[in-house]
């Protein structure tokens, strides 16, 4: 259900909270209700502008590294490490106005109110607080996904995220330098890590459920296929002299598919998600067909299998296409916890809030994968109405956005305290 209508009204705060999030939804507005704003395109400099301006508004320093992660820093203890908190702004092409975004303008009202709570108490935390902008993380316009995270993590050297293209041949640095937001900051020293997201998924809806707390991920495998042909006329070209790369590669679409469709003990999602046609044209058989294909599941060892599965189903799809097949890995990472500790942190403020909540795995890729393998990390989720992301229809409702807020302001209120050192 999409109505809202028997939340309670919103405090001072949180309708500070919505009004922002009602300007951030404007830019790269689509007409379907959703945004288009992908990484360094023009959208993602306004808005990144707008941010900016924001966190120097509310006391923040801003500033950007190499590969242009975006960080407000507010320095309460000098010399102390920094509780980071945010997610990412850019977007997929005609998608929702939640994904990411929620997380980063959650994390800039969660980190002010947590600097207000403690100058109003007195005294001073043990850590300062930061929010981040994480570079794209959507993946759509430069592969691969959670760049920014990963460069951030040391698990991408920077030099290869800036001379990575998009589909035009724009580079990332020439892409961030139009835009003005690379810089040379190194980044905070961390003491820890938190973000919230809208859940992608239906588990809280269908469980009546507010918050998700993530305790670890799904797998996840992503190949860059490239299926080989010969050019050929479309016309008179006989069937059997034939090396059609768009063949081949709607076989392996099907193959693809029909994995997941196999899988009956275990969980398994698999996609093909980006295609190239090469020439392109209504008179021409294809004669290369450049593919992504993404596995998932919870079972990593299944996974395997499945992946291994596809790969022994290409020599079949070569030899009836008459084609060849190139299958790269580029991309994954495992079923890995996220710290119990900071799930039992989370699970104790929102039972203070009052707020319903599950332990649940993520099946999308965030950023805090990547973080939770450099520093004590929480992953929290609101729900996602009818599970529709990466879709103009995304929606989440006002009263689980303002909870969400909530619950991260007292995460991270707890966290600069230094509350999880004293957790085993």
Known sequence: MRSDSASPAPDEQNTALLKDFATLSAFGATPGGGVDRQAATAADGEQRAWLHDWL????????????????????ITPGAPYVLSGSHLDSQPLGGRYDGAYGVLAAAHAAHRAVERWRSSGASPRYNVAVVNWFNEEGSRFKPSMMGSAVFTGKLPAETALATTDPAGTSVRAALREIGTIGDHAGPELAAYAEIHIEQGRELENAGTTIG????????????????GEQSHTGSTIMADRRDALFGASLLVVAVRE???RAAAVPLHTSVSEMYVEPNSPVVVAREVRMHVDLRSPDEA???????????????????????????QTHGWGV?????????????AADELGLRHRTMMTIAGHD???????????????????GISHNEGEFTPDHDICAGTDLLTEVLHRLMSGALESRP
């Open 56 to 75: 120097i508004g509310h006391g923040f320093e801003v500033h950007y590294d190499a590969v242009g992660n975006q960080f407000g820093l507010f320095t």
């Open 213 to 228: 707390l993530v305790g670890s991920t799904w797998a996840a495998r992503k190949y860059q296929v490239i299926v080989r």
């Open 259 to 261: 994995l997941a469709e």
């Open 302 to 328: 299944f996974l395997d299998d499945a992946a291994q599965e596809l790969a022994e189903s290409v020599s079949g799809i070569e030899e009836r296409a008459a084609v060849d097949i190139e299958v790269v």
């Open 336 to 348: 890995a916890p996220f710290p119990k500790a900071g799930v039992d942190l989370a699970a104790e």
């Open 368 to 386: 805090s994968v990547n973080m939770k393998d450099v520093t004590p990390a929480v992953m929290l989720f609101v729900p996602s109405a009818d």
